[in-house]
């Protein structure tokens, strides 16, 4: 009997399913690869699931994808959609295996320096405690999580990116936020106050980025627009800031706080922004004072 493929065995059926250059719906890219290459499953198998009650099946195909999008062999143009790139049409006749991909140029860089640590993740699990093992699997899923939350960030409405930084910031204990003019508004995208009773004001800048790093400009500019009434500002980008933006804020009479996009999914992830609770897992041990007599 045939058995249920292991996450990175789904490489390349599903880079075969793509291989015509077609933008597939989420949905429509797992149904295909059960179809193409895993119809040979038993019902019980296709039915069987995880122990956050997803089926195990989609569960391995999407972890698939999502390593296959680390490495760049597939793409998300839009929210929901996958397809192929040239990477991965080059790579169509191979067979990838898990070391190739994450040996891809790209996988590691969302990761930064935890990459030394996470190229040892193989070894690592054979000599891992259970509860190593637990610890580990969070891990990835909190990275993949913040992985995608930044991705969806730099393609949101601009203006919707900019509520969303308010919303944060409520969220972290801050007083209410006023959502300033979208016309002519001098660079402050918000003032948020700094205590319930709105005695000191924060002034917000949010800049949407995708590759463009803010720079010393930006940051003068934000410094300017900013009225006699505060000393305060936050500057929220979901790319990076340049050596000259970062002297820029740093050298400035303001108290000027810089958040850059690994920051920012940071932040929206330890105050459930943008996301929600998907499984709560239960891990027992035993009771041993319930044995001891009295």
């Known amino acids: 009997m045939i058995e249920i493929p292991k996450f990175h065995e789904t490489f390349m059926p599903i880079l075969k399913v793509l291989e015509n250059g077609q933008t597939l719906n989420t949905r429509e890219l797992y149904q ?31 972890w698939g994808k999502s390593y296959l999008k680390k490495g760049g062999f597939i793409e998300f143009p839009k929210r929901g959609m996958v397809r192929i790139t040239e990477k991965g049409l080059a790579n169509i006749n191979k067979s990838l295996s898990l070391r190739d991909v994450e040996n891809s140029s790209g996988f590691f860089e969302f990761y930064n320096e935890e990459n030394n640590n996470l190229a040892g993740t193989p070894k690592m699990i054979v000599n891992s405690s259970p509860q ?23 393609l949101i409405d601009p203006f919707y990116f900019e509520k969303v930084i308010l919303i944060l910031l409520k969220k ?35 800049k949407r980025y995708g590759e463009n ?41 303001h108290t000027i706080i810089l958040i850059d996009g690994i920051k920012l999914v940071d932040l929206m992830h ?25």
């Open 213 to 253: 790093k803010v720079r010393e400009k930006d940051i003068r500019n934000f410094i300017g627009a900013m009225s006699g009434d505060t000393q305060k500002g936050v500057f929220v980008t979901t790319s990076s800031f340049d050596s000259g933006a970062i002297k820029k804020a740093s050298d400035a009479h």
């Open 132 to 154: 190593d093992l637990i610890d580990e699997g969070f891990d990835q899923i909190e990275k993949q999580v913040k992985d995608e939350l930044l991705d969806k960030l730099k």
């Open 270 to 294: 330890q105050y459930n922004v943008g996301l929600q609770i998907k499984a709560t897992y239960e891990v027992k041990e035993l009771d041993m004072d319930f044995f001891e007599e009295g």
């Open 172 to 206: 972290m204990g801050y007083g209410d936020f006023i959502e300033t003019s979208k016309t002519g508004d001098g660079g402050i995208d918000g003032i948020i106050n700094e205590d319930k009773l709105g005695l000191d004001k924060i002034y917000i800048q949010a």
């Open 32 to 62: 295909l690869v059960i179809e193409k290459f895993y119809s040979e499953l038993s019902k019980d198998q296709l039915e069987q699931k995880t122990k956050s009650g997803d089926t195990l099946i989609i569960n391995r195909i999407a």
